[in-house]
């Protein structure tokens, strides 16, 4: 019996995954399992996918970071009005960009960390002020005429593998060698799981906290710069609704909300899970009002459930 709910708890979300996929395969087979509909999941999921990783790793650390949907909104048109506006060359207006982001992440940890306030409402509070800074900054109107090589890294190709795909791979590679191969990776979830007790041993959890938020706002960035290459010009809304699909992504794929716990293959599992869900309702014509419901019942659900598997856990422990 143990060892089925250890099967359980540990395929659990790659069983849920596939469940979705056989689902909509049987309801729509000549639309949903076709290969050119797998990698439109993958390539759609794949921005998202960026900044959860990014999520991830605030979120291991003990934060939450909901300004990711605006940073992704001010890069797009930040990086734009560079292109197009001041004839910035591409590789200069996406430096640019990613250190902008980068800073802006590094100003929001530091922010909490040095003020001690709720993560919540901290980068609430910026997400309010990114979101005007992107309007400001484009206008309120979209940037369009974007040369022809800022599109690339969102709708090229390399073979048969969106650039999209193939940058959000290299990601996960990264991000899995620092969490699980560096000791810096090891700090992060020490901090998340007992903040006291790691600062006790000599690690340096404010610098390490700050530095998750730099890691979060970079990916976002990053994320940012593709959405603009796909969507074909800058949107001061581009990142719209982003941080709730994201932190969905992460709860579902076993990240926990008070940190310390969150794997890389279980967040992409969750990032694919919200990917899937979103294309197969869409292709089976269901209401986008019927979908905010759904994705919002799923974020509860997936929040109540690790409420409980904490209480669980906190039982145990006392017992």
Not at 189 to 205: C, D, F, P
Not at 247 to 274: D, F, H, R
Not at 277 to 303: D, H, K, P, W
Request: proline share 3%; with cysteine.
């Amino acid at each position: 019996m143990s060892r089925v709910k250890s099967f359980i708890k540990q395929y659990f979300v790659l069983v849920i995954l596939l469940f979705l996929i056989i689902l909509f395969g049987i309801l729509s087979p000549d639309s949903f399992l076709t290969m050119s509909n797998m990698f439109t999941i993958v390539r759609q999921s794949s921005i998202m996918g960026i900044a959860t990783i990014g999520l991830l790793f605030v979120m291991v650390a003990g934060g939450i970071d909901l300004s990711l949907s605006s940073v992704i909104s001010l890069q797009s048109v930040l990086v734009a009005v560079l292109l197009t506006s001041f004839g910035w060359g591409l590789f200069q207006a996406y430096v640019f960009g990613l250190c902008v982001t980068t800073l802006i992440g590094t100003l929001t940890g530091a922010v909490i960390v040095k003020t001690g306030i709720f993560p919540m409402i901290g980068t609430l509070a910026m997400q309010i002020i990114l979101q005007g800074v992107a309007y400001l900054i484009c206008g309120g109107m979209p940037v369009s005429n974007l040369p022809s090589e800022a599109k690339i890294i969102g709708q090229g190709y390399v073979g048969p593998v969106p650039w999209p795909v193939i940058v959000f791979v290299i990601v996960i590679i990264i991000a899995a060698v620092t969490l699980n191969r560096t000791y810096i990776g090891r700090h992060f979830y020490a901090i998340g799981s007992n903040e006291e007790a790691a600062r006790l041993s000599g690690i340096n959890t404010a610098k390490l906290k700050i530095t998750t938020y730099a890691i979060g706002g970079f990916l976002s960035g990053l994320a940012g710069i593709i959405m603009l290459a796909r969507i074909s010009s800058g949107q001061p809304t581009a990142g719209k609704n982003y941080e709730m699909d994201c932190l969905t992504a992460a709860v579902i794929g076993g990240v926990s909300l008070t940190g310390g716990e969150g794997k890389i293959s279980t967040a992409v599992c969750g990032v694919l899970i919200i990917g899937v869900l979103t294309n197969g309702m869409t292709i089976l014509n269901v209401s986008e009002y019927y979908q905010l419901i759904i994705r919002g019942c799923i974020f509860l659900g997936a929040v109540c459930l690790d409420g409980i598997q904490k209480s669980l856990t906190g039982r145990k422990k006392a017992a």
